[in-house]
């Protein structure tokens, strides 16, 4: 028997949906022949029962894996649900990057189609919260421009100051109130209200942060995070419908928010 | 092994220990930290800042799990790159993986699965280890698994295997002494007869870790003490092959550092017993 072949037997009985023993059993005397005859068994634990050993494995491990990146969702779906949830979502989103990190990339977007994910249709939002916020546990670095050199910069600078976001962000829309959801100390006792949300998404040093921002904010940071603007493009921007005094207070109100936050690159 | 220096006592980096890998503070009894390659390859954040931090004081080693030398699978070069990125940006004191292989058709089972010992897969490997080696521009430690079945087809034992591996591929070993052991009770093969089937001159590194005692098998889990079983076949391993790096791992019910600490200085104590031994010979 070659290697390939080999290795191609082990992974269909090792990474079946079911139990190799049931693998196995549907595939009649032809598969278990095949079987006994490429592994070596004894009283003790016979073939199928040492390919089992892998098969726990390697269905425990990933699962491992997705119930800690996916915490609050497997909480509220429960310990039964969220395993016959991986069952489904390992059949049909194989592993297929080396870090394991990446095991569960594809989780939110194979949840919001699957039935769990119909019938409540937050969850998927929530997996996504907690895919975007794993995400920035070790994106990229970026210096940042402080509140501190903020103060310090002289006036006649400002209307040039350029503005750029920090790579580690993100920035989607949710049509549940995920800020609440995820404050309850118990996930999947209650849906959370309907209530579109832009969600900001971010790491300030080590810390992974998110906090809803509104329509005007959220339109701001998506051109900020494409090109530098500087703060009298802002500025002008926000004078629509404002007197000049107002845009600037805001425009001042937003840029000290973001340098708090830590969302605004030094080099920009 | 040249190549390979003789490091001391390393313990596996997790992230309980990151503030003091970082600090280098209250790490006395650890010489050198091993980390998991994949965990290190995301482009900043707190695992970079640590991994840093740690190499200031104390030699690294990167340890991977997925290279996948025995799969059928092309090598992934992409994987390879980052490797070789993480590599020139930390120069770790060397690099490992395994004797397994872990991918097929493009996915990726994040397990150490086995291989058959033949001559089709030994030259298969080789070949992978070569290739490896040139993109890294250096050579590597392939390490024992510990296995749960082994194949009919297979023509040669485990250390037949890997000393031919050695060989033709000019590599180094990692030599798991848990997973020798775990193996032998799974297989019933004498552990000590494995080690003494190893070459010397090839042997970079140890691994000493805990497994679960099952009622059909033992199982390498990492997550127990190195048990007495294994500091036995650990002082044979010293008695045979000398003063090299030892590693602790441990990746689940992750104890106190201090506890690790203790285990390090017991394998320290046993690696200073055997060369006095040595020495008095």
Known sequence: MKLADIEARFYGLVTARDSVAVTVAEGGREVRQAVEQMVAGDARLPAIARLEIYADMYFARLRDVLADEYAQTAAALGGAAFHALVVDYLDACRPDHPSMREVGARFPAFLAGHPTGAQRPWLAELARLERARLEMVDGADAETLTLEALRTLPPERFATLSLRLVPSHALFVTWFDLVSLWRSEQPGAAAPAPSPTALLVWRRELEVFHRAVDGEEADWLRRLASANTTFAELCGGLGRGRSDQAAAARAFELVGRWASDGLLRADA | ?281
């Open chain 2, 1 to 281: 092994m040249e190549g390979f220096a003789a490091l001391g006592q390393g313990l596996g980096l997790r992230p309980p220990f990151y503030e003091a890998a970082a600090t280098g503070a209250a790490v006395a009894a650890v010489d050198w930290w091993e980390v998991i390659s994949e965990n290190f390859m995301g482009e900043g954040g707190n695992p970079r800042r640590v991994l840093r931090a740690a190499r200031a004081h104390r030699p690294i080693v990167l340890h991977g799990v997925s290279m996948s030398l025995g799969s059928t699978d092309p090598l992934d070069t992409r994987y390879l790159d980052r490797l070789a990125a993480l590599a020139a940006e930390i120069e770790p004191a060397w690099i490992s993986d395994h004797l397994c292989w872990s991918s097929l058709g493009g996915h990726r089972a994040h397990d150490l699965w086995p291989l058959p010992f033949t001559e089709e897969a030994l030259a298969h490997v080789a070949a992978r280890v070569v290739r490896v080696q040139e993109r890294l521009g250096r050579r590597i430690l392939v390490e024992n698994v510990s296995s749960y079945l082994t194949y009919r087809h297979s023509t040669m034992s485990e250390p037949e295997f890997l000393t031919a591996l050695a060989e033709r591929a000019d590599c180094g070993l990692l030599l798991d002494v848990n997973n020798v052991f775990v193996s032998a009770h799974n297989h019933g093969f004498d552990a000590v007869a494995f080690l003494d089937a190893v070459p010397r001159e090839r042997v970079g590194q140890f691994h000493l870790a805990g497994h679960e005692t099952l009622p059909t098998h033992l199982r390498d889990t990492h997550d127990h003490p190195v048990c007495d079983g294994v500091w036995d076949l650990y002082r044979h391993a010293v008695a045979r092959f000398g003063d090299v790096a030892t590693l602790l791992e441990r990746d689940d019910h992750i104890p106190p550092l201090d506890e690790l600490c203790a285990e390090l200085r017991h394998a320290g104590e046993i690696a200073r017993a055997s060369r006095g031994s040595a020495d008095q010979k």
